[in-house]
């Protein structure tokens, strides 16, 4: 009877390794899946370290009143947009702004203001052809005062053009002003 034990035991150690091993190869399982999205707005951020620079002004001779030129100078300013963004490029009338929004008048001064001002204006294009002003308003490509820019995802520039009226005979000093960018989109 031992070895009928024993071969009874040995069938039921066979029989049970096989159900236990079926049992973990045959596990029930449910497939789905996740959906991952990134939504990218337009976005803009501006380089503020642009200088429009008018040197060597001259109103007793290159730019007098009556024979002389206007200074013209121009600057470009860096900005970053996502890709896609289109945005404008708004400037306002500066520290001492005349004028309305839709037709300023800039000028510049001394730290002091004492030796007066000396009127200046900004445009989109060289030639002194459109004034770029402040009103901006929503923004868009379709404002006349601002600067439109179509964003490629690298960084863009834009150039502002400027004039320095003739026949200002202020006092020798450096005139300064801050005009002030905003970017919409």
Do not use: W
């Not at 770029?132 to 995802?153: H, K, P, Q, R």
């Amino acid at each position: 009877m031992k070895s009928k034990f024993n071969q009874s035991n040995i069938k039921v150690a066979i029989a049970s390794a096989v159900i236990v091993g079926s049992v973990s190869l045959s596990t029930a399982g449910y497939a789905a899946t996740l959906t991952v999205n990134a939504i990218i707005g337009e976005s803009c951020a501006i380089d503020a370290s642009s200088v429009l620079n008018f040197s060597n002004y001259n109103a007793a001779t290159t730019h007098n009143a009556v024979t002389g030129v206007d200074l013209t100078s121009s600057t470009t300013v860096g900005s970053l947009c996502n890709s896609g963004t289109s945005a404008m490029f708004n400037l306002d009338g500066g520290v001492r702004a005349g004028g309305t929004a839709l037709a300023p008048t800039r000028s510049l001064a001394t730290a002091t203001a004492a030796d007066g001002t000396m009127n200046y204006q900004l445009y989109k294009a060289s030639g002194a052809s459109a004034v770029v002003f402040g009103a901006g308003g929503l923004g868009g490509t379709t404002d006349e005062g601002g600067l439109s820019l179509i964003a490629n995802g690298s960084s863009n520039n834009v150039t502002i053009y400027g004039t320095l009226l003739k026949g200002q005979t202020n006092p020798k000093g450096t005139y300064t002003d801050t005009v002030n960018i905003t970017i919409t989109y």
